[in-house]
């Protein structure tokens, strides 16, 4: 199995990055009149934003459970997650693809644009340390396996979210300062504008794709498939139990549910069903931590 990764580190380094570069960039923008560092400075802006609500569900998934959420509510976390990938549609791509559109029937040229270079030279730094912080558990979570795989799998919604930020930030900044390199060497502030729009189109694919993935673990999905196996694997070598019918798991922010249909070995009496099973639900959460609520009925058919 792969390795659990440390998304409160994660998001405090984006939330430092992030903040840092909102500053050059509106003092830039403000400065030079580029479009594109414009919709840089909002984008940064609500990157930081975004990385406080993240906090916010990390700190309400942790609530204990109660009467009315007696599973605890860690699947809040998943909430706050497709919320920060809705604020990054909106008022990042949404918002891009205006200003550029905008740009692009009243081009305005771009002034002191080597301040501008500079910016968006400092932001490509910044951002790198926070991306290079992101993979750093995102190679912890994937293990062996692709990139690819680790995003459509992971059921982390905040570490997908950051990492979904921290690569449209990275790619936002190269095509801005791609952006004013053009219309400096051309003189020419269309391409201003293109950059401003490749920025709003990026932000946009970037926060359907995130918000896909974290919609699947909102509605429910269950633990990923390497530890479905590995509890099935657990399950199927425990002496008391003679056959696994059915397990179903539920990821439940960093805490999962299990519940098993088995049939017990042997010919046991009511109370020795009940202490082996008792013997398998405290072995299975002592070999899987982060199970916090299993539930195991006996039978003889499924």
């Known amino acids: 199995m792969s390795g659990k990764a440390d998304s409160l580190k994660t998001i405090f380094y984006a939330l430092g990055a992030n903040f840092a570069i909102f500053v050059s960039k509106a003092v830039a923008a403000v400065i030079t009149g580029s479009s594109a560092m ?17 906090l916010l569900g990390l700190k309400q998934a942790k609530a204990p459970p109660s009467p009315d959420y007696p599973l605890g509510r860690g699947k809040e ?30 081009p305005e040229p771009v002034k002191w644009p080597w301040l ?3 910016v968006l030279t400092f932001g490509i730094i910044a951002e790198s340390f926070s991306m290079r912080g992101c993979m750093i558990e995102v190679n912890k979570a994937r293990g062996a ?14 570490l997908i979210v950051i990492f979904g930020e ?24 269309i ?22 993935e974290v919609k699947a673990l909102l509605v429910g999905q269950s633990a990923d498939t390497e530890v479905n196996a590995a509890i099935r694997e657990f399950l199927d070598g425990r002496p008391e139990i003679a056959r696994v019918f059915n397990l179903i798991t539920l990821q439940l922010g960093s805490e999962i549910m299990v519940a098993v249909k088995a049939q017990m070995r042997g010919n046991l009496s009511d109370r020795g069903v009940v202490e082996a ?26």
């Open 145 to 158: 396996h692709s990139l690819w795989h680790w995003f459509r799998e992971s059921r982390q919604s905040e």
């Open 191 to 212: 391409f201003d504008a293109i950059g401003t729009l490749a920025i709003g189109v990026l932000l946009v694919v970037v926060a359907v794709f995130v918000a896909v």
């Open 166 to 189: 921290d690569l449209a930030a990275l790619l936002g900044l190269v095509f801005a300062l791609l952006a004013v390199l053009f219309t400096v060497l051309t003189g020419n502030p």
């Open 277 to 302: 099973i008792n013997a398998v639900e405290a072995a299975m959460k002592q070999r899987f931590p982060e199970i916090r609520w299993s539930f195991f009925e006996p039978d003889i058919t499924d």
């Open 116 to 118: 501008a270079i500079g």
């Open 77 to 106: 976390i998943y909430f706050w997650s497709f919320l920060v990938a809705l604020l990054l549609f909106s008022v990042g791509g949404a918002f891009s693809i205006y200003e550029g559109l905008h740009k692009l029937h009243e």
């Open 38 to 54: 414009t919709a840089e400075a909002v984008h940064s802006l609500a990157d930081c934003g975004n990385q406080l609500l993240l």
